[in-house]
């Protein structure tokens, strides 16, 4: 009896383990840089990102965060979608629309997951704006932003 009860223990844990690693961890990739613009001249990776579901109110977004200080918020989708690029340790910030990108393909939605109790998101930013008198460029992924 008691070799059964360890027995469905463990497929119990088996099974848990398989559908967290199915949903997996944050996942970044891509680059955010400014060219000539009020805020500087900027380059950063983003290494971290949290949905716009935790935040007051919440949005249907993403914050990405940089090294240095360094950030892109997503919020909504597609062409009414609208991005901020923050400088270093938000020492200013850039506002960006689709009117003044040459190249715009913004894309958040939601995860069908959640990571400490908040809905999690997946997108993409790709684009080439002018902005505060100068470029800016984003090319970056992220899947599963949570918090």
């Known amino acids: 009896m008691f070799a059964l009860l360890i027995a469905g223990v463990v497929c119990v844990g088996v099974v848990i383990a398989v559908l967290m690693a199915r949903h997996g961890a944050m996942k970044l990739g891509g680059r955010v840089s400014a060219e000539g ?7 950063f990776t983003p290494n971290d990102c949290a949905s716009g579901a935790a935040f007051v109110p919440p949005y249907l977004g993403a914050n990405l965060r940089g090294e ?7 919020v909504d989708s597609g062409d009414k979608a609208r991005l901020w690029v923050f ?14 990108c040459s190249q715009w ?38 899947e599963r932003c949570g918090r």
Do not use: M, P
Not at 37 to 43: A, C, K, N, V, Y
Not at 68 to 74: F, K, P, Q, T
Not at 88 to 100: C, H, N, P
Not at 125 to 132: I, K, L, N
């Open 105 to 142: 393909d913004v894309v958040v939605a939601w995860a069908q997951a959640t990571a400490n109790r908040v809905n999690a998101v997946n997108g993409h930013v790709r684009v080439t704006c002018a902005a505060g008198g100068g470029t800016v460029k984003a090319n970056v992924t992220f």
């Open 37 to 43: 613009t009020s805020i500087g001249e900027i380059s």
């Open 87 to 100: 400088a270093q340790g938000g020492k200013g910030a850039l506002t960006i629309d689709k009117v003044a």
């Open 68 to 74: 240095g200080g360094y950030g892109l918020r997503v």
